[in-house]
C-alpha cells in the first residue's frame, strides 16, 4: 500500500474512512506529508477533525473552527486526529483501515454524544425491529 | 417467487412514497388556477426523477457511498459545505412542512386545531425512527400511501371528457386570465415538487441501508422506471380533480382539506376518508424521509457513521442530527405559520438547490475510475446533461419569478 504514486486529490482528500467491518470513521480532513529520498512526497498519516478541516475552510468560518475546537479540547496542545498511513490496507472508493474507530480512539464528540445524550435514551443499545 | 414479490412491493412502495405534501398541495394549487395546462410540467419533473434516481442508486450500489459523501469529495470542503448548508436549509424547510401536513390531516380527520396535534406527530416520528427497521417504515408508509389512488377514482367517477383532458395536457394553453409570469412561477413549484432534492439523499443512502449490490442494480431501475411514474399519474389525478371541481367554481386552494374536496364531491364520504388516510401516510412517511435526510447529508459530510442499520448508540451523533431536525421542524410548525404557505415555499426553494444536488451526481455516475462497468451510458449522459441545463434554468428563474408574482399571488 506504501509504495504505490496517486493523484493525492482525486484518490485520498476527502474520502471516507471505514474499518475492516465498513464502520464509518471519519472524512480524510487533511494529510501528512514527509519529503521522500527521491524528492516526491510521501504520505505519512491521515489527518481528520476540526483542526485539520478548519484550515480547509474559507476564511472567518476556517478561523472559527479551529479556535472553537481549540478552546474545547482539553489539551494544551491541540492536534488534528492522527491516524499512521501504516494502517491503511485499501484506497477504493474508501479508505480501509486495519483498526476500528475505539481501537484508535478518534472522535471525542461521538464517545461524548453517546455518553451524554443517546445511551440516555431507552433501547440506544438495541437494533431496530 | 419471493424476488417477484419483493420487486412487486418496491414498486408499489415507490408508488404510494412518491407524493409528499409538496405534490399535493402543489398539484391542487396548480390543477385549481390552471387546469392540466402545466401537467407537461410534472411530466418533466418525474422524467427527471427517475433519471437521477437510477444515477444515485446506481452509484450508492456500486460504491456503497452516499450521495453527500461523494459531493464533499468531487466539490471538496468549501463549496461542499455551502451546498450542505443550502441543501439541509431546504431539506429542514421541507421536514416542517411534512410535519404540519400530517397534522392537517388529524385536523381533516377529527375537527381538533392541528397545533394540538404537533407535539405528537413529532414523537411519533421520532419513535419511528428510533425503533422501526429502514424497509419496515418504507413499506408500511409507502403501502399506506396508495390511498391517494382515491383521486384517480374520483377522477373516473367526475365523468370527464377523456379526450378533452389528454387534449389540454398534449396542447397547454395558458388561461387568458393568468399572467404569463404567474403561470411559470406555478410551473416552477411544480418542477421542484416532483423532483425535490431530498428523494436523491434518501434514496441514495436507503441504498446503502438495505446493503444493495451491483446486483440489485436491475431492481433498483424497475422500481424507479415504474414506480416513480405510476406515483406522478397520482400527482396528474390530484390536479385533474382540481381542475375538474374546484376551477369551475373558482375556488383557489389554500387548505389541505380543499384539495380532497374533489374526492368528497365525488366518492362521497368514504372516499374523503381514505384520501384523509392518504393525506397521513403520505406526509408521515415523507417526514421520516426528510428528518433520515438532513441526518444523512451532515453525516456524509462529516464522515460520521450513519444509518439505521446500525444501532443508534453507533451512531450517536446521526441521531442527535435527526432529533435537532426534528426539534426545529416542530418550532417552525408552532409559530403558527400556516404550513400550505410553508409547503409553497420549500418546493420553490427546492427548484432553487436543484443543481447542487443533481450535478456531483452526474460526474459521479459519470467517472470509470468509481463505476467500472456500471459508468453511464450515452443516453444516460445525453439525458443527463439536457436535464442539468433544464434544472440551472429553473433554478435561476426561480427567484426572479417568485418576487415579480409576488409568490403566485
Given at each position: 500500500m506504501t509504495d504505490e504514486t496517486f493523484e493525492l486529490k482525486l484518490r485520498l482528500l476527502d474520502r471516507q474512512v471505514v474499518d475492516p467491518d465498513g464502520a464509518m470513521i471519519c472524512k480524510v480532513d487533511d494529510v501528512e506529508l514527509a519529503r521522500a529520498d527521491d524528492g516526491g512526497f510521501v504520505v505519512t498519516a491521515l489527518l481528520a477533525g476540526p483542526l485539520a478541516l478548519g484550515p480547509r475552510l474559507p476564511g472567518r468560518l476556517g478561523r472559527w473552527t479551529v479556535a472553537l475546537a481549540r478552546r474545547w479540547s482539553e489539551d494544551p496542545e491541540p492536534q488534528p486526529r492522527r491516524i499512521p498511513f501504516?494502517?491503511?490496507?485499501e484506497l477504493g472508493s474508501a479508505v480501509v483501515l486495519d483498526r476500528s474507530r475505539d481501537e484508535l480512539g478518534i472522535a471525542r464528540l461521538e464517545d461524548w454524544m453517546r455518553t451524554h445524550v443517546i445511551e440516555r435514551i431507552p433501547g440506544s443499545r438495541h437494533a431496530s425491529e | 417467487m419471493k424476488r417477484i414479490l419483493s420487486i412487486f412491493l418496491g414498486v408499489l412502495t415507490a408508488i404510494g412514497g412518491f407524493v409528499d405534501i409538496g405534490d399535493l398541495v402543489a398539484n391542487a394549487l396548480a390543477g385549481a388556477r390552471f387546469g392540466l395546462s402545466l401537467v407537461w410540467v410534472t411530466a418533466l419533473g418525474v422524467v427527471g426523477i427517475c433519471l437521477f434516481a437510477e444515477m444515485s442508486g446506481r452509484v450508492a450500489a456500486v460504491t456503497r457511498r452516499g450521495t453527500f459523501d461523494l459531493i464533499r469529495e468531487r466539490l471538496g470542503p468549501r463549496a461542499g459545505l455551502l451546498n450542505l448548508a443550502a441543501s439541509v436549509l431546504v431539506t429542514v424547510l421541507t421536514f416542517t412542512a411534512e410535519i404540519g401536513g400530517v397534522a392537517l390531516a388529524l385536523e381533516l380527520a377529527t375537527s381538533v386545531n392541528y397545533l394540538l396535534f404537533v407535539p405528537v406527530v413529532g414523537f411519533a416520528v421520532w419513535l419511528v425512527i428510533w425503533r422501526l427497521t429502514f424497509s419496515l417504515l418504507e413499506d408500511v408508509f409507502g403501502l399506506l400511501g396508495l390511498a391517494l389512488i382515491v383521486f384517480a377514482v374520483a377522477l373516473w367517477q367526475l365523468n370527464p371528457d377523456w379526450g378533452g383532458l389528454l387534449h389540454a395536457i398534449v396542447a397547454p394553453h395558458k388561461p387568458a386570465s393568468e399572467d404569463l409570469s404567474t403561470y411559470l412561477y406555478y410551473g416552477v413549484a411544480l418542477f421542484g415538487a416532483a423532483m425535490t432534492p431530498y428523494e436523491v439523499f434518501f434514496f441514495s443512502s436507503g441504498a446503502v441501508e438495505e446493503r444493495w449490490t451491483a446486483k440489485d442494480i436491475a431492481t433498483s431501475r424497475v422500481n424507479v422506471f415504474i414506480g416513480f411514474p405510476l406515483g406522478g399519474l397520482l400527482s396528474v389525478a390530484i390536479a385533474g380533480c382540481a381542475a375538474l371541481v374546484l376551477m369551475p367554481q373558482g375556488i383557489e386552494v389554500a387548505t389541505l382539506g380543499q384539495v380532497g374536496l374533489p374526492v368528497a364531491v365525488a366518492v362521497g364520504k368514504l372516499g374523503l376518508a381514505v384520501a384523509i388516510l392518504g393525506f397521513f401516510a403520505a406526509t408521515f412517511g415523507a417526514a421520516l424521509e426528510t428528518g433520515l435526510s438532513t441526518g444523512y447529508s451532515i453525516a456524509q459530510y462529516f464522515g460520521w457513521q450513519w444509518g439505521k442499520f446500525v444501532r443508534p448508540r453507533r451512531a450517536a451523533r446521526f441521531h442527535v442530527v435527526v432529533l435537532l431536525a426534528l426539534i426545529a421542524a416542530i418550532a417552525g410548525v408552532l409559530t403558527t405559520a400556516d404550513p400550505i404557505k410553508v409547503t409553497e415555499y420549500s418546493i420553490v426553494f427546492s427548484a432553487v438547490a436543484l443543481p447542487l444536488t443533481y450535478f456531483p451526481i452526474l460526474v459521479v455516475a459519470n467517472d470509470p475510475v468509481y463505476m467500472g462497468e456500471h459508468v453511464n451510458g450515452r443516453l444516460a449522459n445525453v439525458l443527463g446533461t439536457v436535464f442539468l441545463g433544464v434544472i440551472v434554468v429553473v433554478a435561476l428563474a426561480s427567484i426572479p419569478l417568485m418576487l415579480l408574482t409576488a409568490a403566485g399571488q
Open positions: 501504516e494502517r491503511v490496507t | -
